[in-house]
């Protein structure tokens, strides 16, 4: 089975809380991770959402000890509210969102999301829901992808790798990783590349258009906000820029507004000291932000 490794595990759970017992929401549940340490240092009952039906299952796993104060739900963030709705629950005494993939889905050698392997180009989280990168890849106009990559992928070479995308599908569909990233790689000059791999930021940018992860994201966070008791906390673990600066605006927004929500714990995001990014590599680009529900 895939080791996986709760990122900024210790400093969410320190302060989120859960000492002080009461319902948390994990939003994003994946593996379990996050949820187990929650429930072992005392919260009540875990509700955890995931739109993947495998990490829903591992979770089940991971949480089968507490598994009495545990619901799991298949769901998408954010239609939170009628899942809350539908459980019945009013106000949470926490909630966390670890955004992003989890390690489960990156390793896994059938859905797509790494370039490291050639598999077939999935890339969506629901593998139930929706069209495939491979299917979206194949009709998309050109300026609308370049546009993808350069938004979701801050990538300054979008153009001529949207271009070299369209003139390959041509020839041949492109639907596996492996072919997908040797063709980004030869679209890009060798004098522009870093050390990073010349694939990397296209496949993000990718993921994030297929999974439309940034659609909402806003409305899901003062979701979240709307939803806390006074003094109930709101951890939100990101992996890139584009979210983490979406989280920190919402979280101003919030805190700012007319109708002042909560206050922000985190003046600057928390990330991972050396000896986690040691050994957990994903640890490194984690940023944490944390808000508290003011009474209101
Ligand atoms: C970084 S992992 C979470 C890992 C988890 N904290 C743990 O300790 O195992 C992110 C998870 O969020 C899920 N996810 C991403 N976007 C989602 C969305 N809009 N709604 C529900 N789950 C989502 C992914 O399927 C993935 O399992």
């Known amino acids: 089975m895939i080791a996986h490794v709760p990122v900024l595990c210790a400093e969410t759970v320190a302060l989120l809380r859960p000492d002080r017992g009461g319902l948390f929401v994990d939003c994003t549940v994946g593996l379990g991770g996050h949820a187990r ?18 990490a829903l299952a591992r979770a089940r796993i ?21 899942v809350l709705r539908a459980q019945g629950i009013d106000a949470l005494d926490g909630a966390l969102a670890d955004l992003g993939v989890s390690s489960l889905q990156l390793d896994a050698n ?9 598999e077939p180009l999935d890339m ?54 492996g072919r997908l990233a040797a063709i980004v790689r ?10 990073i791999d010349a694939a990397t930021r296209t496949f ?24 806390l008791r006074a003094g109930a906390r709101f951890a939100v673990i990101t992996f890139h820029s ?12 919030l805190a700012h507004g007319d109708t002042r929500l909560v206050t922000v714990l985190t003046k600057k995001p928390i990330v991972a000291g ?14 944490l932000r944390v808000a508290e529900r003011l009474s209101s």
């Open 62 to 82: 991971t949480l089968e000890p507490c598994r009495d104060r545990v619901t799991l739900v298949h769901a998408d963030y954010r239609d939170l509210d009628g």
């Open 242 to 253: 584009l979210e983490d600066r979406i989280v920190k605006h919402t979280f101003r927004a």
């Open 110 to 118: 059938d859905r797509g999301f790494s370039f490291q392997r050639d």
């Open 186 to 195: 030869r679209a890009i000059p060798r004098q522009g590349r870093s050390r």
């Open 124 to 177: 969506r989280m629901d593998t139930k829901t929706g069209n495939t990168a491979a299917q979206r890849l194949a009709t998309v106009p050109e300026d609308e992808l370049a546009d993808v990559i350069f938004r979701f992928g801050e990538e300054r070479f979008s153009r001529r790798i949207a271009r070299r995308i369209v003139e390959a599908r041509a020839e041949q569909p492109i639907d596996t990783t």
């Open 204 to 227: 993000q940018a990718l993921r994030i258009w297929v999974n439309r992860e940034l659609e909402g994201l806003d409305a899901f966070l003062a979701t979240v906000a709307r939803r």
């Open 37 to 54: 340490a929650l429930l072992e240092a005392g919260a009540t009952r875990v509700l955890g959402l995931d739109r993947d039906h495998t």
């Open 274 to 287: 050396p000896d986690e990014i040691a050994r957990n590599p994903r640890a490194r680009s984690a940023k």
